[in-house]
């Protein structure tokens, strides 16, 4: 059971991803948009998830980069959009 709830985490976090990055490839929202952070923020924790659960540290490291990118961007955007 809670080998199925952790793929299908994985497979949520891997869609989540690519949704951000394809829909700002064809710039149907913008990069600093809360929707591109929201995709990426969770969608990087949910494989974060996975890749531990899997063992898979390479991949966790590189997700875990991805959200402590992710969240000071947030910040910056949030404060901006405060003025």
Request: hydrophobic share 50%; net charge positive.
């Amino acid at each position: 059971m809670m080998e199925t709830l952790i793929e299908i985490l994985g497979w949520i976090g891997s869609v989540e991803v690519v949704i951000a990055y394809g829909l700002n490839s064809y710039q149907k929202i913008k990069s600093d948009s809360p929707l591109f952070y929201a995709l990426n923020i969770t969608g990087g924790l949910l494989l974060i998830v996975y890749s531990i659960f899997k063992g898979a540290y390479a991949n966790t490291f590189i997700n875990v980069v991805w959200v402590f990118i992710a969240v000071p961007a947030v910040i910056k955007t949030l404060r901006k959009s405060k003025r």
